[in-house]
């Protein structure tokens, strides 16, 4: 069975640039997270999607940070413009409906802003 | 106070001990608990829900404590391979459903 997947795995970019990152949730599944983890902070939600919509965008950090999820097999993290201190690994997370469920993750981009 | 909170450690112990791990929750209204582990660079895996009466999977044993608002994690016989991180997520709703992972125990099995 297909898992979370992610793209692309590792991005190394320079400040300023726009970054997207790519997600596609596992089948049949209706909700959507985008996180960010990093050593000092650990694993913040950002956004959450569900059913298409977003429920839940109060972990997105600034104006900077964007998502959308166009339809239900595809949803996009765009940061523009990037700054060094967006360096993290960024994952993506699914899981049925029903609330309460629990997530599948994918392999998650590291991201690197130089 | 954080929402969910676990002692970062590390725990190190020997092959074939006992560990266990608590995570303790502020929000009295949460309903879904799991355990995840995450290995080093790696994304966080499920590695069991965690029920009202407490559940068992193997050498692995999650409780949950409404009263004092905490579950439990134990591992028996501790494996080489159980060295990760160990993360709790409580889940709550108040109109939609919040997930909040805690910043996870490091376990270390020495051989």
């Known amino acids: 069975d297909a898992g979370v997947i992610q793209s692309p795995r590792h991005e190394v970019t320079e400040m300023g640039q726009e970054v997207t990152l790519r997600c596609k949730p596992i089948?049949?599944?209706?909700?959507l997270f985008w996180y960010r983890q990093t050593m000092m902070r650990g694993l913040e939600l950002l956004i959450y999607f569900n059913n298409n919509v977003p429920i839940d965008d109060s972990g997105m950090p600034e104006d900077r940070f964007s998502a959308k999820m166009p339809n239900a097999s595809f949803s996009t993290l765009k940061i523009q413009p990037s700054e060094p201190r967006d360096s993290a690994v960024y994952f993506c997370a699914s899981s049925p409906q029903g609330g309460g469920q629990p997530q599948h993750f994918g392999d998650g981009t590291r991201l690197s802003i130089l | 106070r954080k929402e969910v909170e676990q002692d970062p450690g590390p725990f190190n112990v020997p092959e074939g001990a006992t560990v266990a791990f608590n995570c303790t929750y502020s929000n009295s209204a949460s309903q879904s608990f799991f355990w995840y582990r995450q290995d080093c660079r790696k994304e966080p895996k499920l590695l069991m829900s965690?029920?009202?009466s407490g559940n068992e999977d193997g050498r692995f044993t999650a409780q949950l404590n409404r009263a004092s608002q905490y579950i439990s994690l134990l591992i028996r016989d501790s494996k080489l391979s159980d060295s990760a991180t160990y993360l709790c997520v409580v889940i709550s709703t108040s109109g939609t459903y919040k997930y909040i992972f805690g910043t996870g125990t490091r376990l270390k099995v020495l051989a």
């Open positions: 965690v029920y009202s």
């Open positions: 089948s049949g599944h209706n909700s």
